[in-house]
């Protein structure tokens, strides 16, 4: 599960493969008395209670913690412990494309932040063809899936309601682009095709989990190249 609270990923991590030297700061989950001070880079929680659990993510949503830079939670069962924070949210389905022109990346300008295209699934539609109508949307391109790259999840708060999105992210390459134009409802001021380099500087103005997306993409491409 890659998920991501307030734009901090959160990791899942077995008791078996758990590794001290990654992490600055190493918490008991047994001790509740957690404050946000201590959240500051790497942090690891080891075999968090319900309590606990509840408690530091009701702190990453309500304070900016400028300091954290992830949050790893050691558990016997992966399983259980997700099956927990689901249980907090509601979820909501989306999906989305990181599209390419040759050796170039579709990125879009919306609300001050680099981002790619996606959006909410709607009822019945299936992640493949949700994620091709919100690019052509968006975009005003017509695309052609590749392939799967993988799926995020991403927590916000919407009339109250704390929301926690699942986006499957598809690789797709542009059939058409002589009529891209970005969909001023839904806040998309730019539409450019970037290089690798360029993507990684303009991503450095984005949100952790499109990063996240960019990498697994590139690490999939090189995959198939058998770099």
């Excluded at 063809?129 to 949307?137: D, W």
């Excluded at 695309?143 to 993988?150: D, G, L, P």
């Excluded at 970037?194 to 989990?209: I, P």
Aim: aromatic share 8%; hydrophobic share 35%.
């Amino acid at each position: 599960m890659n998920l991501f609270v307030n734009d901090k990923p959160v990791r899942f991590v077995s008791t078996t493969h758990y590794q001290t030297a990654r992490y600055d700061v190493k918490l008991d989950g047994q001790n509740t008395q957690v404050k946000a001070s201590q959240l500051q880079g790497n942090v690891v929680v080891i075999e968090p209670s319900v309590l606990l659990l509840y408690k530091l993510f009701t702190l990453m949503r309500v304070k900016k913690l400028k300091k954290l830079i992830s949050l790893t939670f050691i558990t016997p069962s992966k399983a259980d412990m997700i099956k927990v924070v689901k249980s907090q949210f509601k979820i909501v389905k989306a999906a989305g494309g990181l599209v390419s022109k040759g050796d170039q990346i579709l990125l879009m300008y919306r609300l001050k932040k680099w981002d790619l295209p996606k959006g909410k699934l709607d009822k019945d539609e299936k992640p493949k063809a949700g994620a091709i109508r919100e690019v052509e949307e968006e975009c005003n391109i017509r695309v052609k899936v590749e392939k799967k790259i993988c799926s995020t999840w991403h927590t916000y708060t919407q009339n109250g309601n704390k929301i926690l999105k699942k986006t499957k992210w598809y690789a797709m390459t542009s059939l058409d682009d002589s009529q891209m134009k970005p969909q001023a409802e839904e806040d998309i001021e730019q539409l450019i095709w970037v290089d690798r380099t360029q993507a990684k500087v303009l991503l450095s103005n984005s949100y952790e989990s499109v990063r996240y997306v960019f990498e697994q993409y590139y690490k999939k491409q090189k995959a198939l190249q058998g770099e």
